[in-house]
Structure formats: C-alpha cells, structure tokens
C-alpha cells in the first residue's frame, strides 16, 4: 500500500505560470517531508523540505505547503521556468528517527515556453 | 505483491566483510537504480542499468559492484565493507508512468 501518492504523473505548464505539484500522504507518522527534483539520466537531487512544526517553508520560487490535518503536501514554482522541466518526487520520514524515506512514484513537470 | 522488494531490510556487518543486497522489481520496467541515502536524507544515485547494461556509474569506490542477471533483478555486491558505507540504500525501478522506489536496505558496518 503506497503511503505516499503523487497522484499525478505529469503536469504540463506554460512558462512564466504557476506550477503546483501534489502529494497526499497515509502514515500520520510522517513528520518530515522533501522534494526531490530529478533531471534524465541523473539521480534526484534535493529541492526543499518542511518539518511537521510549519505549514509553508519558501526558497526561492519554491515553496511547500503542509496541511497536516489533510495529509497533503504541494510545492508550489512560481513563476515557472523551462529548466524546470524534470520530475518531482515527494517523500516522507520520521524526522529525528533515523529511518528511510518513503517516496511517490514522481510527477513530471513539463514547462513551455 | 511487492512491486520493488530489496532484502534484507536490516543488515549489520563487521568491516572488511563482503556482503549483497538483493533487488527484484515485478513491474517488467527496463530501468533499475541504487541510490544511498544519507545521514541528511539526500539521495545519491550508485547505478542505474537499462535492461541488464550498466548506464550510470557514479564515482563510488570499486568496492561497490552492481550485478543484474535479468532485467527484473538488479543487486548490490560490496566488498570489504567499511564504516562509512553504513546507510540506507533505496533500489528504484523506472517505467512509463513513474518511478516506484523499494524500502530501503538499512546497512550498518561495526
């Protein structure tokens, strides 16, 4: 059973727009959540995390939403760029315990120009 | 069904042993991966094959040597382990409609 969901697998967005990326999770154990960005042929790098203690974090043009009572998660580009043309994984841990992530099967932002 | 099982789930080894971990993916996916996670919870990639041919080598030290006898199986030989190389390690498949990750293989060198 997957308990975290990216219930889209690819989004397709004009550049300059909003990109808005989801993520639902099932286990109220999670308390720390990332993105991932991964280009082709190249392993997921870190994007932007948020601990369960804060419901927006921002770097940038990024930024996580939490709503813990909903289980769901979002990051949020704006405004979107080509380059961000990747796939996006959400995952989830239990913060402090050192156990190993659970991640979504990635959505695949395309942005156009 | 497991869709990508990895095992052991748990292994804790002494230095200098030679130890594998085991991926098997039943999504008939041509790419396979290992990443490690580290203590920061970010994700390096290790291997990535396409239907049994290596694609990806990233500098990790020759002690670390992938293996896939079909396209559904990719495993992890590491030989004469050392304390560094305590972490989790994730096997990920690769298929038309995303990526499917396994549960991670908690590896501990003593």
């Known amino acids: 059973d997957q308990q975290v969901k990216q219930n889209s697998p690819s989004l397709s967005v004009q550049e300059g727009r909003i990109s808005i990326l989801n993520c639902d999770y099932t286990?109220?154990?999670?308390?720390?959540f990332l993105w991932y960005k991964k280009y082709p042929a190249e392993g997921p790098t870190f994007l932007i995390s948020?601990?369960?203690?804060?419901d927006k974090n921002e770097d940038g043009r990024f930024t996580v939403f939490l709503n813990k009572s909903a289980k769901h998660l979002s990051l949020h580009i704006v405004p979107s760029q080509p380059g961000d043309s990747a796939v996006y994984f959400c995952?989830?841990?239990?913060?402090?315990?050192?156990?190993?992530?659970?991640f979504g099967k990635g959505t695949r932002l395309s942005v156009i120009a | 069904d497991t869709a990508v099982s990895q095992t052991p789930k748990y292994l804790v080894t002494q230095m200098g042993n030679d130890k594998s971990i085991k991926c098997e993916q039943n999504?008939?996916?041509?790419?396979m991966y290992w990443y490690k996670q580290d203590s920061k919870k970010f994700l390096k990639i290790m291997f990535s094959?396409?239907?049994?041919?290596?694609?990806i080598n990233e500098t990790v030290p020759n002690r670390f040597s992938p293996k896939s006898p079909d396209k559904a199986h990719l495993n992890l030989h590491i030989n004469s382990l050392e304390l560094g190389d305590s972490a989790v390690y994730f096997c990920?498949?690769?298929?038309?409609?995303?990526?499917?990750f396994g549960s991670g293989t908690r590896l501990t060198v003593v």
């Open positions: 286990n109220s154990m999670f308390d720390y």
């Open positions: 990920a498949s690769q298929g038309m409609y995303g990526y499917t």
């Open positions: 094959y396409n239907n049994k041919e290596l694609i």
């Open positions: 999504l008939g996916h041509d790419t």
């Open positions: 995952a989830a841990s239990a913060r402090g315990v050192d156990t190993p992530l659970v």
């Open positions: 948020i601990s369960s203690i804060k």
